[in-house]
């Protein structure tokens, strides 16, 4: 958890999530489960929902010279 380690009952924290959208082009969804001891609800499942795209620069770790999209130099350069 980014805003603490510990929450009091009925406080409110914030949870960062990072989504690998490498090979993902439009809508994707993802789920989430965040684990607490509440016996109410000890697992919620939240669903993240995103628009990947694609950007106009490739970069040469990513992409290799032959994986490159028409346009793109394999350095990262746009070669419009």
Same mark, same amino acid.
Do not use: F
């Given at each position: *958890?980014?805003?603490? %380690?510990?929450? /009091?009952?009925?406080?409110?924290?914030?949870? !960062?999530?990072?989504?690998?959208?490498?090979?993902?082009?439009?809508?994707?969804?993802?789920?989430?489960?965040?684990?607490? =001891?509440?016996?109410?609800?000890?697992?919620?499942?939240?669903? &993240?929902?995103? =628009?990947? &795209?694609?950007? %106009?620069?490739?970069?040469?770790?990513?992409?290799?010279? /032959? *994986?490159?999209?028409?346009?793109?130099?394999? !350095?990262?350069?746009?070669?419009?």
């Amino acid at each position: *958890m980014i805003s603490s %380690d510990h929450l /009091d009952p009925g406080a409110i924290g914030r949870v !960062k999530v990072t989504v690998a959208t490498i090979n993902s082009n439009g809508p994707l969804s993802k789920h989430i489960s965040i684990y607490s =001891n509440d016996r109410i609800t000890p697992v919620l499942t939240v669903e &993240v929902t995103l =628009n990947v &795209v694609l950007s %106009d620069v490739v970069l040469k770790d990513v992409a290799p010279k /032959d *994986m490159a999209p028409k346009g793109v130099a394999s !350095k990262g350069v746009a070669t419009k």
